[in-house]
């Protein structure tokens, strides 16, 4: 029987990372159940937009068995903030009656259960969302060495990548974003004194380059749709440790 140990709704902007990331590495008899979010784009005005439609999405989860439903989104899930993320909590509750949980608040229990709270952050957001980003961390007791940002703001108009100034800068959606691309994002970042890494965006395809970034970097690292993953498996009482998803799945 498909979900027998425990069956999470996500709940994310369209596009195919965080459920290709849910799907691939959920353990045995763990199902996962899917609706998107109409998402213009990581601006401000976008993430709004694609929060206000949270209810009518939670609410299809009603009367249904669902261990956890989970909004996949990191910015969308703070962009408001302090307490947004806790705030998006209890109107997803509200609506479905099921437990739920947020990425940007499952980002900040990875930050605890590491106990790594100075990071250096990469996202693929404009300036005034990596500013709103950095206000929020800062606020819930991380303090962020440096933050960079592949701006993808102008999302929907496919491309191809450039440079500039330093940092690979993406004319088009974040999931087209290869895995090498953010690896040389990474290694033109000023990791300062950061205690680990954190790669914002449950858009991005990351999960294949935490180890061999946990590796080359020295220190962990801690992306979206892994924290996401982790605490929504932990919430379900689902502790299986998956070491090639870097340090974090090793506290079980």
């Known amino acids: 029987m498909s979900g027998w140990r425990a069956r999470i709704g996500l709940i994310s902007p369209i596009g195919e990372s965080i459920e290709r990331a849910f799907n691939r590495y959920v353990p045995e008899g763990v199902a996962v159940n899917s609706t998107k979010l109409w998402f213009p784009g990581p601006t401000i005005e976008g993430l709004i937009h694609l929060s206000d439609q949270l209810e009518k999405a939670a609410e299809m989860y009603k009367k249904q068995r669902h261990e956890l439903l989970m909004f996949g989104c990191t910015s969308g899930s703070m962009v408001k903030g302090y307490g947004f993320d806790k705030e998006c909590i209890r109107r997803m509750e509200k609506v479905s009656g099921?437990?739920?949980?947020?990425?940007?608040?499952?980002?900040?229990?990875?930050?605890?259960?590491?106990?790594?709270p100075k990071a250096a952050?990469?996202?693929?957001?404009?300036?005034?969302?990596?500013?709103?980003?950095?206000?929020?961390?800062?606020?819930?007791?991380?303090?962020?060495?440096?933050?960079?940002?592949?701006?993808?703001?102008?999302?929907?108009?496919?491309?191809?990548?450039?440079?500039?100034?330093?940092?690979?800068?993406?004319?088009?959606?974040?999931?087209?974003?290869?895995?090498?691309?953010?690896?040389?994002?990474?290694?033109?970042?000023?990791l300062g004194d950061a205690q680990c890494l954190f790669i914002s965006c449950t858009g991005l395809n990351t999960m294949e380059i935490i180890s061999l970034l946990e590796e080359d970097l020295g220190m962990?690292?801690?992306?979206?749709?892994?924290?996401?993953?982790?605490?929504?498996?932990?919430?379900?009482?689902?502790?299986?440790?998956?070491?090639?998803?870097?340090?974090?799945?090793?506290?079980?």
């Open 98 to 116: 099921v437990p739920a949980i947020t990425t940007s608040t499952a980002v900040l229990e990875a930050f605890d259960i590491l106990g790594m």
């Open 220 to 252: 962990p690292v801690i992306t979206s749709n892994q924290a996401s993953l982790y605490s929504a498996l932990r919430h379900c009482n689902v502790r299986t440790c998956i070491p090639e998803l870097g340090q974090l799945f090793t506290r079980i």
């Open 121 to 190: 952050v990469l996202t693929p957001y404009p300036d005034e969302t990596n500013d709103m980003e950095k206000r929020f961390l800062e606020d819930n007791g991380i303090h962020v060495t440096g933050i960079s940002g592949m701006d993808c703001s102008p999302i929907r108009q496919y491309g191809v990548p450039e440079v500039s100034r330093g940092i690979v800068r993406v004319k088009g959606d974040m999931g087209d974003i290869e895995p090498s691309q953010i690896c040389r994002a990474v290694r033109e970042m000023d």
